[in-house]
Structure formats: C-alpha cells, structure tokens
Antibody
Framework: EVRLVASGGGLVQPGGSLKLSCAASGFTFSASDMHWVRQASGKGLEWVGRIRSKANSYATAYAASVKGRFTISRDDSKNTAYLQMNSLKTEDTAVYYC?????????WGQGTLVTVSS | QSVLTQPPSVSAAPGQKVTISCSGSNSNIGNNYVSWYQQLPGTAPKLLIYENNKRPSGIPDRFSGSKSGTSATLGIAGLQTGDEADYYCTSWDSSLSGLVFGGGTKLTVL
C-alpha cells in the first residue's frame, strides 16, 4: 500500500522558517517525482513545487509565490522528501501535502498544517 | 484566478449523470495529461482519473474522463449522495514549468 506521511507542521511567526518531511512507502520512491501541494482553509489546491528523480538530475521547480523562499530536497536512502520554508508569510498558512500527482497509485495522505501567525 | 477554469458548482439528482468541465490552453491541457481529484469534506484529495481517462484501481467505472483539444471533462454517472465533494482538475503547464489546478467544482447531489 502506498503511504505518504507529511510531518513537521506547526505554528511559526512571520519571517520564520520551518522544514516539512514526507515519508514514503509502498512504491519505488527513488524513481518517483515528488510534489508539494498546499490548501488554505476553505480554498482550492495550490501547487508549491516538485523535485524529480535522480534519473532526471533531481531537477526542481517552484510556484512563483514561493520561489526563492522554499526549497525542496530528497533523501532516497530514507525514502523521504523535504520542504524547507524560509521567510514565511501569513499567506503561507495552509495544509501541506506531498504527492505523486498523476501516478496511478497516488495517495496524498493527511497532510500537515502550517500556521504562520504572530 | 486559476490557470484551469472549472465551473464553481454543479448539481444533479441521485441516479443522474453530471459532467464537470476543465478549460485550459495549449501549454497545459493541450499538450499534457490531465488528472482529476475528488475531495470529500474534511479529507485529503483522492485521485479519480489520471492520464486523461484512466481510472486507478478501486475507482468505479461511474467515473470517466475525456480530453479534447484544450479542454477536459469529468463524468460521474449514477450519482450518489456520497459523491458530494469538491472536484479538481490538474495538468502540467509547459510555459509556466509548473503544475496548475482548476479552482475546483462543488458537486451537490440534490
């Protein structure tokens, strides 16, 4: 069974930093592109960014709203993807999901809540 | 303003069929796969359709997907009250070099 467990969320002040983790199991993590998607309360889905597999040089891509502030990385030996979030803004408050968007066995898991507030 | 355009809401009676449209452009739907997700209240999104028209294991054939040009459509037949949810389309956008989502469509089963 595919599992994606996001963790590391919490309350952080504006301008602060937070690092999210996504622990994966049930599929070949090292061969998979991994995405982060967020959803503010009562709002739609917003793509945050993606990291490709080693075969694709671990290439990253980011939404304009987070570029330069967020960094996605991965550790294939631990089957884990990461989202480093710096210079956080109140508008970054959302549930953050990791996902293999469009994969036949895609499973988003429960997500992790990030609240940016003073 | 979402890159992909979906109707904010649709409704139909139990047992009926409903379609949800998703309109984009050549840089996304026109040249890339479309996926559809269902989000029941208070839960994470769940994959319904991938690669335009394929259903993951466990998704009933009441759910169907199609694509024509720069638009995609999700069909749900034999509507059930349990189908009440938000539905999202998504596709890679080659010009933006990013994934884009529709704004979501709220389905009400009357």
């Amino acid at each position: 069974e595919v599992r994606l467990v996001a963790s590391g969320g919490g309350l952080v002040q504006p301008g602060g930093s937070l690092k999210l983790s996504c622990a994966a199991s049930g599929f070949t993590f090292s061969a998979s592109d991994m995405h982060w998607v967020r959803q503010a309360s009562g709002k739609g889905l917003e793509w945050v960014g993606r990291i490709r597999s080693k075969a694709n040089s671990y290439a990253t891509a980011y939404a304009a709203s987070v570029k330069g502030r967020f960094t996605i990385s991965r550790d294939d030996s631990k089957n884990t993807a990461y989202l480093q979030m710096n210079s956080l803004k109140t508008e970054d408050t959302a549930v953050y999901y990791c996902t293999r968007v469009g994969a036949p066995d895609d499973n988003w898991g429960q997500g992790t809540l990030v609240t940016v507030s003073s | 303003q979402s890159v992909l355009t979906q109707p904010p809401s649709v409704s139909a009676a139990p047992g009926q069929k409903v379609t949800i449209s998703c309109s984009g452009s050549n840089s996304n739907i026109g040249n890339n796969y479309v996926s559809w997700y269902q989000q029941l209240p208070g839960t994470a999104p769940k994959l319904l359709i991938y690669e335009n028209n394929k259903r993951p294991s466990g998704i009933p054939d009441r759910f169907s997907g199609s694509k024509s040009g720069t638009s995609a459509t999700l069909g749900i037949a034999g509507l059930q009250t349990g189908d009440e949810a938000d539905y999202y389309c998504t596709s890679w956008d080659s010009s933006l070099s990013g994934l884009v989502f529709g704004g979501g469509t709220k389905l009400t089963v009357l």
